[in-house]
């Protein structure tokens, strides 16, 4: 029987890995749904209904269809909070202070180091398996700006274990996939392991049987439930 819930994309994209890794956090069993970028099945009329703006993910389950990453993350740990981690958009008992203490870095990670961060991955890791040539000089530029982030995530994360606390919580997850990107697959892992505080972060949240799971379906060439 399939999974209720349904993700649409491949797991090396970095937004599909984002949902993937709360969905796993949370114990919602899901399937992976292949949409077929090089054949444009991502501008296709059906996919359009699900993504207007024709990206992966999308998300459908038993009552709506959500799209946008990060908007998918924070509708699972609403829907589905009594699942899994309970605790990815803070706890009860902290009401609004401690969930805009975690909203204000999910917007970090979108507004600052998404941008300059899946740069670098695009040129570095996904131009070559498109036949594109590197852009060296996107990859300076954005490294630049990267570079400015993550000086201000060290100094953040010198101060608590994660970046809202010493809980892990959304604010980590959402960073995951860019980070896993630079670390191992851009040669750039530098930009974090040379960061004292963000190397122990990395080192400890990429070591969640969630993430690794994350991993694996990465490698799995089809697709794949979970």
């Known amino acids: 029987m399939a999974a209720p819930v349904t993700v649409y994309g491949p797991a090396i994209s970095p ?69 899994g981690n309970q605790t990815l958009l803070g706890r009860k008992e902290d009401g609004a202070v401690g969930r805009a203490a975690i909203e204000q870095w999910v917007e970090s990670e979108g507004q600052a180091f998404n941008p300059p961060s899946l740069a670098i991955a695009f040129q570095l890791t996904f131009a070559p398996l498109m036949g594109m040539a590197t852009d060296m000089a996107v990859v300076e530029q954005n490294e630049a700006k990267l570079a400015k982030v993550l000086d201000v995530y060290e100094r953040r994360l010198a101060e608590s274990q994660y970046f809202a606390g010493d809980e892990f919580t959304l604010a980590d997850l959402v960073h995951m996939p860019n980070t896993d990107l630079l670390v191992s697959k851009t040669g750039k892992a530098g930009l974090i392991t040379e960061r004292k505080n963000l190397s122990r972060w990395w080192d400890e949240v990429s070591a969640r049987p969630s993430w690794k799971k994350v991993v694996e379906l990465q490698s799995v060439p089809r697709p794949s439930k979970a």
């Open 15 to 83: 937004a599909v890995a984002r949902v993937a890794a709360c969905l796993l956090e949370k114990d919602v069993a899901f399937q992976l749904e292949a949409v077929d970028m090089s054949k444009g099945e991502h501008k296709s009329p059906s996919f359009l209904k699900l993504q207007p703006f024709g990206q992966v993910p999308a998300f459908k389950d038993h009552l709506t269809t959500v799209f946008e990453s990060r908007a998918i993350c924070r509708y699972i740990c609403d829907q589905y909070s009594d699942r």
